[in-house]
């Protein structure tokens, strides 16, 4: 199976939430409005000017959450969907902290608070369905598919259309997505975070643990040299005692 | 019968009580009512006082009893023995409060045992929590004897006080390595944040930062207790000691303060030491308390010779160290967050609670436990060598 992911055509959007309704019944969430992410709402239309921008998420390739969860309670699964295992997950809240979309969220009401965040409706897709957001969408503003194919689709109509930002956002952020997003008005002003890089943040923490071995090696060699070093120096002060203290003793004796 | 009576009404007494009380109501709010009604935190901060203060502050303020082991065991300072104990005991306290305050912290506490079976080794909080498993082990371990050798039974604690002196080389070898890692990787958490965190605080080496600056805190706030054992719990020690560990961390303090003022200027930041904003001056004041205002006292000789003056400074250095911890986990993120956090006052309680029992629990270990060299040891060695 190819992976999959979603693209966004901001273009095509006209604003009727029929994708925030279709998510929260598909996910058995409380169907009332919400403007911003939610631990009830994991994906939202917001309003920028005229333009409508969905947000959700992001289903990054290399995904920090993933790295950072200490117990892989979040893997990016081969189909796409990064998955989140609720049964390891212990609540720290880290992959929160990682997120370079700021997208999961935290249960805070409840007293067994877990993370929420889409999960691309992982379950339909391996029954042979669509997300349900996509399938709700009358316009096709959300398309589904191979991530290939989408990628080749949105680069098309970059070029046919010169209206369109010439960037596929999605596609080179933090190494690159498995949801991507086209528009007409230049993504910083819609509130897409200017992602950071075009490297997969893991590589930042992998880089430093890779070190971890040599430093721990060279660290604790190190420690052992310098302890052995005392050790001998007192020894040698111990010896050096000594003698000088037979040697006054049997002086002692003779006279 | 005087054991009987009321105890007395003191200042301390009803402060002690107070914390404890709102303490209490604190944990009920946030077990049994949730984080919503015991914390400020939100999805734009899933982090607040409890990781930075609790859990960053906690373990970089205990950096002083592997500095301290270290010193005495590995380099051969032999001035440090009589109060290698005190700074170990210190040091294990403070991994208790990060221990418990862990539990606060984590939505789902019971699943605190989750990261012994479950693993991902990629991430660098899976690292920080095996951290704390194994350096609170060499903790307890290198403690133990201070409580065993009080056991009535001879036999096994004269066996058990032989394999301590038999392992405690290897002891003091393993916990430098874990608390060295421990304390860079509570900075190494932050790598992944790049591009959320401001960047007067973020660096790729982050985690040396984290190692540099809580070794001279970790000593700080060992000359701290120290001072305070010796004038109020009565403890007897040469205080000279204080000014000897004092002029360790000067010199701690200065590789710190090149480190990150070459680090800051190589990563381009410094057109954001001068920046109208808040962050800019959060920055100075952290710089002002942990750095500057620090290494000018030390340089003096009248302040590290006077015990009072020493405590003071060194008041100082931990509260620049807070300082810097807090502008890491709470101002540093709260632009890219676009949320403003204020601690709620029952994160603060428990938090105040926590670390008052292990100051309570320091004051009875001194008072009960032979935790500084006692005057009829010092009496007896001074026969042995007559």
């Known amino acids: ?255 | 019968m005087p054991n009987l009576r009321f105890p007395k009404i003191t200042l301390w007494r009803v402060l002690v009580t107070l914390i404890f009380a709102t303490g209490l109501y604190a944990t009920y709010a946030r077990f049994l009512q949730g984080f919503a009604a015991s914390t400020n935190l939100s999805d734009g901060m899933p982090w607040g006082l409890w990781v930075g203060l609790g859990t960053l502050c906690g373990v970089g303020l205990s950096a002083g009893g592997f500095a301290v082991a270290a010193a005495a065991y590995i380099l051969g300072f032999e001035r440090y023995r009589p109060v290698v104990r005190a700074a170990v005991l210190i040091s294990f306290l403070g991994y208790l409060t990060v221990v418990v305050g862990m539990l606060y912290e984590l939505g789902l506490p019971w699943r605190v045992w989750h990261p012994i079976f479950m693993w991902n080794r990629h991430s660098v909080l899976f690292e920080v929590a095996w951290c704390v498993m194994l350096y609170t082990t060499v903790l307890t371990l290198e403690f133990s004897p201070a409580l065993l050798e009080k056991l009535p039974w001879k036999r096994a604690r004269e066996w058990y006080l032989r394999w301590h002196r038999a392992i405690l080389i290897e002891l003091v070898l393993i916990g430098v390595v874990l608390s060295s890692l421990h304390q860079s990787f509570l900075g190494g958490l932050y790598l992944i944040t790049e591009g959320k965190l401001y960047p007067l605080w973020y660096s790729s080496y982050i985690p040396s930062l984290f190692y540099l600056s809580a070794i001279p805190a970790g000593l700080a706030v060992t000359i701290m207790a120290l001072y305070l054992s010796a004038r109020s719990l009565n403890a007897r020690f040469d205080l000279s000691i204080l000014g000897e560990i004092s002029r360790l961390m000067a010199p701690l303090l200065a590789v710190y303060a090149l480190f990150r003022g070459v680090d800051l200027v190589t990563h381009g930041a410094l057109p954001y030491m001068f920046r109208w904003r808040s962050e800019t001056g959060l920055f100075w004041l952290e710089i002002a308390l942990f750095v500057v205002v620090p290494l000018v006292l030390l340089s003096s000789e009248q302040v590290r010779n006077n015990p009072q003056w020493l405590y003071w400074t060194c008041a100082l250095v931990v509260m620049g160290f807070i300082a810097n911890r807090l502008n890491v986990s709470v101002t540093g993120l709260q632009a890219s967050a676009g949320v403003h956090y204020v601690p709620k006052w029952t994160e603060m309680a428990s938090t105040i609670a926590i670390l008052t029992a292990a100051v309570l629990a320091f004051r009875y270990a001194v008072l009960y436990l032979n935790i500084f060299p006692q005057p009829k040891e010092r009496w007896m060695m001074k026969a042995a060598t007559d």
């Open chain 1, 1 to 255: 199976m190819k992976t999959k992911a979603i693209l966004v055509d901001i273009t095509k959007c006209i604003g009727c939430r029929n994708c925030e309704q279709a998510c929260k019944e598909a996910h058995g969430l409380p169907l009332e409005n919400e403007p911003v992410l939610s631990a009830t709402a994991l994906t939202v239309v917001e309003q920028r000017g005229d333009k409508f921008v969905r947000r959700m998420c992001m289903h990054c390739q290399d995904p920090a959450c993933a790295s950072a969860c200490p117990v892989g309670a979040l893997k990016k699964t081969a189909a796409g969907p990064v998955a989140y295992d609720a049964g390891k997950c212990m609540g720290c809240r880290y992959c929160m902290l990682a997120c370079p979309f700021q997208v999961p969220r935290y249960e805070w009401t409840k007293l067994a608070p877990y993370v929420k965040k889409c999960d691309m409706c992982a379950g339909r897709l391996e029954e042979g369905g669509l997300p349900a957001c996509v399938q709700a969408c009358p316009t096709g503003a959300s398309l589904f598919g191979d991530r290939d194919d989408l990628l080749a689709e949105a680069q098309k109509r970059i070029l046919e259309n010169p209206a369109y930002v010439r960037h596929i956002y999605g596609s080179e952020e933090v190494g690159g997505t498995s949801v991507f997003f086209l528009s007409d008005v230049p993504f910083e002003k819609l509130g897409f975070v200017a992602a950071p890089t075009n490297h997969p943040l893991p590589t930042l923490t992998a880089n430093a643990l890779a070190d971890v071995p040599t430093v721990v090696l060279l660290g604790s060699s190190l420690l052992f040299g310098l302890y052995w070093i005392t050790d001998r120096r007192k020894q040698v002060a111990l010896d050096e005692a000594k003698e000088k203290f037979f040697a006054s003793h049997t002086d002692e004796k003779r006279s």
